[in-house]
């Protein structure tokens, strides 16, 4: 079965300490893998989207890295935040076409000042 | 930059009414989604759509149809609306690569 698995599903750090999301999938033919961070109430948006040949990504503080063997990836998050506090959500497309997508349940991220 | 809009962010509705919630994009993508997102489920699909007219069930389409008449609408229709179907419904919009771009969500409840 096609599954994407967030760890850990919440965190609460200290502002300025870094933080590492993992993502765990299951999913075959591999596409691409992307996160998004979702606000309370808003929409997802991307960070960062890596393909099979890909094995780091970064935008800003975040630095994805993927692992097409064992099937792993993780966002690190570098100097938190406050504005961090969000939900990250990894995505896993199995293939190019447009339904083929499997999200994962997220992690919930809280920065306390 | 790309703009997905939803026609409410709050809807608050009672057991029974037709519901319609509209989805539009700015960048003339060909695919367009219907998701609900609840706590520990993450994002689940409804239906998609990757042209006019033409309409997919997602993994959870019961009690939902879709209507795309225009390119750039997308709309959902909860037939008669349940409260198991109170929910947070996302619209997303993608081209013929990869990247996905998201509304901002209605958080739609159903009394």
């Known amino acids: 079965k096609n599954q994407v698995e967030q760890s850990p599903q919440s965190l609460i750090i200290l502002e300025g300490k870094n933080c590492t999301l993992q993502?765990?999938?299951?999913?075959?033919?591999?596409?691409?893998l992307r996160w998004y961070k979702q606000d309370t109430g808003r929409g997802p948006v991307s960070l960062t989207i890596m393909t099979f040949s890909e094995n780091t990504k970064s935008n800003g503080r975040y630095t994805a890295t993927l692992d097409a063997d064992t099937k792993q990836s993780s966002l690190h998050i570098t100097a938190s935040q406050l504005s961090d506090s969000a939900s990250y959500i990894c995505v896993v497309t199995l293939d190019s076409s447009a339904s083929k997508i499997i999200f994962g349940s997220g992690t919930r991220l809280s920065i306390r000042p | 930059d790309v703009k997905v809009t939803q026609s409410s962010r709050y809807l608050v509705k009672r057991t029974g009414e037709k519901v319609f919630l509209e989805c539009v994009q700015d960048?003339?993508?060909?695919?367009m989604f219907w998701y609900r997102q609840d706590p520990g489920l993450g994002l689940r699909l409804i239906y998609f759509s990757y042209d006019v007219k033409m309409k997919e069930k997602g993994d959870i389409p019961e009690g939902y149809s879709v209507s795309r008449e225009k390119k750039e609408r997308f709309s959902l229709i909860l037939e008669s609306a349940s409260t198991n179907q109170t929910s947070m419904y996302l619209c997303?919009?993608?081209?013929?690569?990869?990247?996905?771009?998201f509304g901002p969500g209605t958080r739609l409840t159903v009394t």
């Open positions: 993502c765990n999938y299951t999913v075959s033919p591999f596409s691409n």
């Open positions: 997303a919009s993608k081209p013929s690569d990869y990247e996905q771009y």
């Open positions: 960048m003339d993508h060909e695919n």
